[in-house]
């Protein structure tokens, strides 16, 4: 469960980025925003995997650039769905999908260990050493 909250966060605050970023994209209520951002992780999370793979020939030809037309056409479907989020065309959902990406990559990798759990990571300024041989 906590996983799920700071993986919401994390978009919540990409799609905040983008807001402030981005002059087509706006939200009116801090409920919209909240919506929008978990239905956009919930359409991440099961529909887009299908349509990358239904997308492949065209990711392929275009060397992934397509996968930024699937964003944004998920962040076009989320706008529609979520009448208080606002996008205003396609290239601001291209852009700001873009912006979204760049925002949760950066923002889960504080999170995101190398075993797949998630919590924060910290800097240690001593690391221990152990007193281990190696046995053949």
Not at 37 to 56: D, H, K, M, T, W
Not at 74 to 103: K, T
């Amino acid at each position: 469960m906590q996983a799920f909250v700071i993986r919401w966060l994390i978009t919540t605050l990409a799609v905040v980025a983008a807001a402030w970023v981005i002059p087509g994209i706006k939200y009116d209520t801090t409920g919209a925003l909240l919506g929008a951002s978990l239905l956009l992780g919930i359409i991440n999370a099961l529909i887009r995997p299908f349509l990358l793979l239904l997308s492949l020939p065209f990711i392929i030809v275009t060397m992934g650039l397509f996968i930024f037309v699937v964003n944004a056409l998920l962040l076009l479907l989320v706008s529609s769905l979520v009448p208080p989020f606002h996008v205003a065309g396609f290239w601001s959902a291209f852009f700001g999908s873009i912006l979204i990406s760049l925002v949760s990559w950066v923002l889960s990798s504080l999170f995101r260990t190398s075993d797949g759990r998630v919590h924060l990571i910290t800097h240690h300024e001593s690391v221990k050493r152990a007193n281990a041989r190696l046995v053949d």
